[in-house]
């Protein structure tokens, strides 16, 4: 017995003399790692703060995103970083790497919001009613960042990052344009980050599986005959018919969906009539559908034209319906992969603390991202940015959304992180 503890002991003893100096190696990479990359990232804080400034001044709507994309090309000239341009108007694609397989996509999106700021500060837009309301001046300020510091170790990269500068997040699909341009090439995987004011500035939240609404809009038209309010016999009334159809819209969700599925069904406006005592000739109403389901968003489409036609059809009016998918192409839901998340999740905890890694909440806004993600395994994820201290607790549209800069050295080393790391990850026979 005491023989035997004695041999279990030095059994123990010699695994450990084994194990430890090569995991304690591993530590201390992994430490050297971060800390060079995110003092390198930290150095940058100035450039990024004033680059980023620039875009907020300056916000440019869907498709218009001339003077950014132009700024941002301008300073990847100074850093010798190649790129394709253009690409769906506005966007276009840097490259970074052996110019070989694998190859990783990182993405940032350009353009700003219909919204007029209410935020007093230095750097308030300058252009009246629109705004920087959604963070997408700090996502591009953050893949530049990227951009810098992949381009200073790219000695060191084991394969290719394309980084995707897009246009017409909001609303304009920039997404699928820049597919259909050959932006993502032969990338295996792609990433995304979007600020999020619900967590602290040094955190990330991710989730797998579904975080973002399928979206699409919709406009429709009741058409009935007008006539003189007293005598609504001899008119055909397309407000009543209206009427009953928003209530019988609602029905779809309450009586038809899976009480376990989440879908949104919101009339957004009703148009109609401009006098007391005249019954209109039609009324026009629209709004919004999302599902958490791409191929659910696709039911709901079919079936808010059968009730919208039906409705109408059953007070004697003619109800046409536009799904508007040429002006606003539906959105696929943001669906995350598994292992891409798991990835994400070692690198948030790598560079930021175990800490740092938050479950992300479901939402059903909508994401052009997820038409990446309908070709390749990709990641969408949220990264900080609440700080009481300088106000960035307001939400995203909102006219007081306010950043915390100092999301931007985390962003770009995040971002750097995940390529690098992934690229080291997925070695084969062929790249090594
Ligand atoms: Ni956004």
């Known amino acids: 017995m005491l023989q035997f503890l004695i041999s279990r002991s030095f059994g123990i003893l010699l695994l450990l003399w084994v194990l430890l100096p090569s995991s304690i190696q591993i530590v201390d990479a992994d430490e050297d790692y971060v800390t060079q990359l995110l003092s390198a990232a930290k150095e940058d804080k100035d450039w990024l703060i004033s680059i980023r400034r620039k875009l907020h001044e300056y916000p440019e709507l869907l498709f218009q995103e001339h003077n950014t994309s132009a700024l941002i090309r301008n300073e990847l000239d100074k850093l010798g970083v190649s790129y394709t341009y253009p690409i769906s108007k506005t966007g276009?694609?840097?490259?970074?790497?052996?110019?070989?397989?694998?190859?990783?996509?990182?993405?940032?999106?350009?353009?700003?919001?219909?919204?007029?700021?209410?935020?007093?500060?230095?750097?308030?837009?300058?252009?009246?009613?629109?705004?920087?309301?959604?963070?997408?001046?700090?996502?591009?300020?953050?893949?530049?960042?990227?951009?810098?510091?992949l381009n200073q170790r790219k000695d060191n990269l084991k394969g290719t990052v394309r980084l995707i500068f897009q246009p017409a997040e909001e609303g304009g699909a920039g997404a699928s344009h820049m597919i259909k341009e050959g932006a993502l090439g032969d990338s295996e995987a792609i990433f995304g980050m979007h600020v999020d004011f619900t967590i602290p500035t040094g955190t990330i939240a991710t989730l797998s599986g579904p975080m973002l609404a399928a979206v699409c809009f919709f406009k429709a038209k009741i058409e009935g005959k007008g006539g003189h309010a007293a005598e609504p016999h001899?008119?055909?009334?397309?407000?009543?018919?209206?009427?009953?159809?928003?209530?019988?819209?609602?029905?779809?969700?309450?009586?038809e969906l899976d009480p376990l599925q989440s879908q949104v069904l919101s009339v957004t406006y009703v148009r109609g009539g401009s006098a007391s005592n005249v019954i209109p000739p039609y009324v026009e109403l629209g709004g919004t559908l999302r599902s958490l389901t791409t191929k659910g968003l696709q039911h709901l489409q079919q079936r808010v034209k059968e009730v919208i036609e039906g409705q109408a059809a059953v007070h004697r009016c003619k109800g046409t319906v536009d799904m508007m998918e040429d002006e606003y192409p539906p959105y696929p839901a943001t669906i995350n992969d598994e292992s891409l998340k798991k990835h994400v999740d070692m690198v948030g905890s790598m560079v930021l603390g175990s800490q740092g890694v938050k479950v992300a909440t479901k939402v059903m806004a909508g994401e052009d991202f997820a038409f990446y993600q309908e070709l390749i395994p990709g990641v969408m994820f949220g990264i900080g940015i609440r700080n009481e201290g300088v106000g960035s607790v307001h939400s995203p549209h909102s006219p007081y959304f306010f950043l915390d800069e100092d999301v931007l050295p985390i962003g770009a080393a995040l971002h750097t992180a995940i390529a690098e790391l992934y690229l080291d990850q997925h070695q084969t026979p062929f790249t090594v």
């Open 234 to 255: 001899n008119s055909v009334d397309p407000i009543l018919a209206a009427s009953s159809t928003v209530l019988a819209l609602q029905h779809l969700i309450s009586r």
């Open 92 to 149: 276009f694609v840097a490259q970074i790497g052996t110019g070989s397989p694998p190859i990783v996509a990182l993405r940032a999106d350009m353009d700003a919001l219909p919204l007029q700021e209410l935020v007093e500060w230095d750097h308030k837009s300058k252009i009246d009613g629109v705004m920087h309301g959604c963070g997408h001046d700090a996502h591009t300020t953050m893949l530049l960042g990227a951009a810098k510091l």
